[in-house]
């Protein structure tokens, strides 16, 4: 792969350095998208900034899935962490890709989504009821961590005593598919990934001596029997779906709230009428995503606009960017859950055959525990730290936040 050039610098500065965005992405990537439609990522391809521009190239048939090349970028050859990406659903092609991800689709159906969200409303009052009026709360730890975890638990068939161990060991390896690792955390990240696949292989060992009534068996007996995934193929989608399905929907849980509160008349407005509670979520989505991008590789030359993307090159799209697109949004850094502008498939969730596959199950979690939240503890004060979801790639982390039922 050659080095991204600067055609763009040319003409309206230098462009951003990883660190620059990852310290105020929105306002680095607002200054851009009004230059110009894509900059170069300090090295690491191009970002692509435009709501249009991401519609229109994500599923491009001259860009495709990421492979190992990420991974290779980031100095990573070899170990679970690359075979995260060369065994893994995210980062393949076509007819693998297809092999990958459809014993996965049905589970997560949207149907079945709408039939737990009972459950989730009962798991989110349940996590509600534990705290004492006049109690201060880890937020993060205590319900946005918890109703995700014990949701993907439930589908795949995990004990629930496991939470803290597989939700730490997602939350560290989900770094992976971030900016917010230096080569000195890889061996950490690695043994963390390692220590995931251990704890997959452990729960598929035991389904293969004892199939069960659940989804890992199913899984388990159908990919075997049929043939169609590799031993390494089979528990790099487990994890795929452990990762998938734990950290991006705490920071988005966590994010939704911060939001609200700081808005207060929004947060009332949403108490006193259930029927906010999915424009909140879809707003929350787009002026906080907790995921900020998706990346794909050019496979031959582009021309966006006059920026030449070369092939080869990593192909970005800040999603985090295009859901401030002024041309799309009125007023883009306003949350606003009364907005009418929101277009019909969330760009947060991707597009095309990667769109995300626990889309349903995420909406129901947010929807559900923003609606428990909203009908039990309207109340609910924000103190401390204001939350955040920092990064400007990929998964993004997840800070501290703290509220107060008050007496
Ligand atoms: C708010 C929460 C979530 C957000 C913002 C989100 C966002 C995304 C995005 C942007 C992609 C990549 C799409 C693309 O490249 O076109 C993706 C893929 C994926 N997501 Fe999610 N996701 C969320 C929750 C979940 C949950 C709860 C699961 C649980 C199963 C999940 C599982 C996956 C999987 C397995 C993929 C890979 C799909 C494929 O490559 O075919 N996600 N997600």
Known sequence: ?????????????????????????????????????????????????????????????????LGTELARLRGITEGTLFEFFSEGMLTADGAVHRRRRSPFTRAFAARLMTELRPQLRRSAESLIEAWEPGETIDFVAGFASRLPAQAIAGLLGLPLRDIPRFTELAYSASRLLSFSYAPEDIPGMEADMTGLRTYAEELLADRRAAPRDDFLSTFLHDAEQEGELSPAEIVVQVITMIIGGTDTTRGAMASQLASLLQHRAQWQAVCRDPAL???????????????????????????????????????????????????????????????????????????????????????????????????????????????????????RRVGAMRVRRPH
Not at 11 to 34: F, K, N, Q
Not at 364 to 369: I, K, M, S
Request: charged content about 25%.
């Open 277 to 395: 509670v999915r424009p909140a979520v879809n707003e929350a989505l787009r002026y906080e995503p907790s995921v900020a991008s998706t990346s794909r590789l050019a496979q031959e030359d582009i021309d966006l606009d006059g920026v030449k993307l070369p092939a080869g090159q990593l192909i970005t799209f800040a999603l985090i960017s295009a859901l401030r697109d002024e041309r799309v949004y009125k007023d883009p850094d306003v949350f606003d859950i009364h907005r009418t502008d929101h277009v019909r498939l969330h760009p947060v969730f991707g597009a095309g055959p990667h769109r995300c596959l626990g889309e349903a199950l995420a909406r129901a979690e947010l929807e559900e525990g923003l609606a428990a939240l909203a009908a039990r503890v309207p109340d609910l004060e924000m103190v401390g730290e204001p939350f955040s979801l920092r990064g400007h790639f990929g998964i």
């Open 1 to 65: 792969m050659s080095h991204a050039n600067s055609t763009v610098s040319l003409s309206t500065g230098a462009p951003p350095t990883i660190a620059e965005l990852e310290a105020d992405p929105h306002g680095v990537m607002r200054h851009w998208r009004a230059l110009t439609p894509a900059i170069p990522h300090d090295g690491y391809g191009f970002l692509i900034l435009r709501a249009t521009d991401v519609d229109r190239l994500i599923n491009d048939a001259r860009l495709r899935p």
